[in-house]
């Protein structure tokens, strides 16, 4: 009962003296305001990266081509560099081919399900009267196409005689139909566009649209005019436009449920450069999982808020003396009441604990105020930024907890000096 009397009389003291306790609370506010906001801004953009690259296939291997390093050297201090060749251009036998991919997939025929291959063409512009449109166009196989998970809003998906005949076919997204079609999907099917690479035109034919998604890794021009969306051609059709007869430079293995794909990537690596590149003086096959990618960004994300966060938290230690200020304010200004109080019979406990109880009660309510301004300032910078909100339950389980130990730490000294207060000087106070 006395605590729950403490904490009236200290809601009572804020109400009385609204603009002092909101001044004295405002430290407390702005640096709760910026960890929460820092926090759920970071958590909110750690979510939605993470979420777009698991999408991509938290479990899939990335492996390609990368220059050897042939040169070291030692430092003073015992440490060794090492320093690569200058860049080499491809030949024709340094290629990853088929006839390699389907060895690889016979040595590890439990852990490998399929590889996801594509070929890069370029980015293109599609030219309909006034309006155009700019497309970033790859040719892709049927695996990689599945993982690309597109919703298809009209027509139809690559079928595997477009892909095994190398048909000049594509499918585009709804945002190339708005500008090229004016919104009319349906008009879009069966259509031939011509598309400018650099000096020379392609066509193709439109077989399908598939809605555009942002994924949050990739920047949106202010004009949708201006934004290149992805037109997709059969694998095939990509390597007859580039000439490309040597084979990939890199590909992505799906692996089978229950492998680990940050394990498996040594594996791979050892057994392709030792069967296929250990003669290879330029290149070798570098492996990497989406997995140990996904830790790698979440671990550096997270470092980078709660540094930041704890930046932000300086001003809490501001805020913190200001409680302490306006406690030893209110102390002299209640001198009486507290020799009243001590004469009626309290005790030095009851006393500390009343004025804990309000240093506490203060910072707890600019606590709650800055979490409320945080999440705004987060909500809104988040939506600016196109990532879903998410709020930092831990931020905000660490605000709440730290601003009750600020009203403790800093409360304690004005609430003891309280305490020690003779009742008979402090009668005679004026």
């Excluded at 306790?21 to 640096?31: R, V």
């Excluded at 037109?231 to 992505?252: D, I, K, M, V």
């Excluded at 990537?265 to 096959?285: A, G, P």
């Amino acid at each position: 009962m006395l605590i729950l009397e403490n904490i009236l009389l200290a809601l009572g003291g804020l109400r009385a003296n609204k603009m002092r306790s909101l001044l004295t609370m405002l430290g407390i506010i702005i640096g709760i305001a910026s960890v929460i906001a820092i926090m759920t801004l970071g958590d909110s953009i750690k979510s939605s990266v993470t979420d777009s690259m698991e999408a991509m296939g938290a479990n899939n291997i990335t492996a390609g081509l990368k220059q050897k390093s042939t040169m070291t050297k030692t430092s003073d201090s015992g440490m060794t560099f090492s320093y690569g060749p200058r860049m080499t251009k491809m030949q024709e036998e340094d290629y990853v081919t088929e006839e390699m991919l389907a060895e690889l997939k016979e040595r590890f025929p439990e852990a490998i399900k399929g590889y996801a291959l594509s070929e890069s063409v370029g980015t293109g512009t599609v030219r309909a009267g006034t309006s155009q449109a700019y497309v970033d166009a790859r040719g892709v196989n049927q695996e990689e196409l599945d993982q690309e998970d597109l919703n298809l809003l009209a027509g139809r998906t690559l079928s595997v005689r477009d892909q095994e005949e190398g048909r000049k076919v594509a499918l585009v997204s709804d945002l190339f139909v708005k500008n090229i079609f004016d919104h009319d999907t349906q008009k879009a099917i069966g259509q031939t566009v011509d598309v400018l690479f650099e000096n020379r035109y392609y066509a193709y034919t439109i077989v399908g649209v598939y809605e555009y998604e942002n994924s949050g890794m990739e920047f949106v021009s202010s004009s949708e005019e201006d934004t290149p969306t992805a037109l997709y051609l059969p694998l095939r059709t990509a390597e007859n436009q580039n000439h490309n007869t040597s084979g990939y430079s890199q590909f992505t293995i799906l692996t089978a449920e229950g492998i680990s794909a940050t394990d498996f990537c040594t594996s791979v690596e050892d057994y392709m450069n030792n069967r296929y590149y250990k003669d290879n003086k330029n290149f070798e096959i570098s492996a990497m999982s989406m997995e140990s990618i996904i830790e790698s960004m979440t671990s550096m994300l997270s470092t980078v808020a709660l540094a930041i966060a704890a930046i932000g938290g300086i001003s809490l230690l501001v805020g913190g003396i200001g409680v302490m200020n306006i406690m030893l304010v209110s102390i002299t200004e209640r001198t009486r009441e507290i020799g009243t109080r001590k004469a009626l019979g309290a005790t030095n406990g009851s006393i500390r604990l009343q004025f804990i109880t309000e240093a506490m009660v203060l910072c707890l309510v600019g606590g709650i105020l800055g979490i409320v301004l945080g999440i705004v300032v987060a909500a809104f910078a988040t939506n600016l930024m196109g990532y879903a909100v998410r709020p930092s339950a831990a931020g905000i389980l660490i605000s709440v907890s730290f601003s009750a130990l600020i009203g403790v730490f800093f409360g304690y000294y004005p609430a003891s000096k309280a305490a020690k207060l003779n009742p008979i000087e402090a009668l005679r106070y004026e």
